[in-house]
């Protein structure tokens, strides 16, 4: 078994559901009392919070790429970013590393494409929603990804910083997002990506008309198939 490098604390929360899918999916597996073997560098959201909002893209790579070269250096055999919105930089991380960074997007598309989908929403931050990296990424998969208007994606992007970066989730706020899914299915989404790590806290398969992929058990499941298989 290979040692998975998880680089957490963006947020916290989503870093403690990472630690139990990956233990889980390694003993599911493996059976018995077996988990995985995780370093996890953990950092300070707040700050990794400040440089996305001021869209200093070239220290949060700086920040990645530090914490992925640590973690190689200490035996890890790949990398997970634990957050959607730091794969903005995915290329630059991968390019600093010799070992396989475990890209979301790549891997929630080969689970779009398993369901033979074409048309799917992307929820996340504003910057997942909007900068090319997520859609490129499926578009190369065939898929092609539907937005929130402007409105939505404030309400969407306000939450997860605001709210369920801290911790909270409101049973108000769950009902607004499930509003905007059903919007994006009229408007022809077969299926959403729950594109930030957060969300699939709030956001269930049972709360959706249509499939939700749930990016951080996607890509919990990618890295413990590498970790196992190679």
Known sequence: MKTIGLIGGITWLSTMD???????????????????????????????????????????ANIMSSEAKKLEAAGAGCILMGANTMHHIADQVQASINIPLIHVAVETGKQ????????VALLGTKYTMQL??????????????????????EYIN????????????????????????????????EGVILGCTEIPILIKQEDSPIPVFDTTAIHATAAVNFALNN
Do not use: C
């Not at 090319?132 to 092609?144: H, M, S, T, V």
């Open 112 to 119: 779009i494409v398993k369901l033979n989908l074409k048309k």
């Open 158 to 189: 306000s939450a997860i910083y605001n709210e369920m970066g801290k911790g909270i989730f409101l049973p108000e706020r769950k009902a607004g997002f499930i509003q905007i899914i059903h919007q994006l299915k009229a408007a022809g989404a």
């Open 18 to 60: 990472y630690y139990r899918l990956l233990n889980q999916k390694v003993n599911e597996q493996l059976d018995g009392v077996a988990s995985a073997k995780l370093l996890i560098s953990s950092l300070n959201f707040e700050e990794i919070k400040a440089l996305t909002i001021t869209n200093d893209w070239d220290a949060l």
């Open 132 to 153: 090319p990296f997520y859609k490129n990424k499926l578009a190369e998969q065939g898929i092609e990804t539907f937005i929130p208007n402007e409105t939505d994606m």
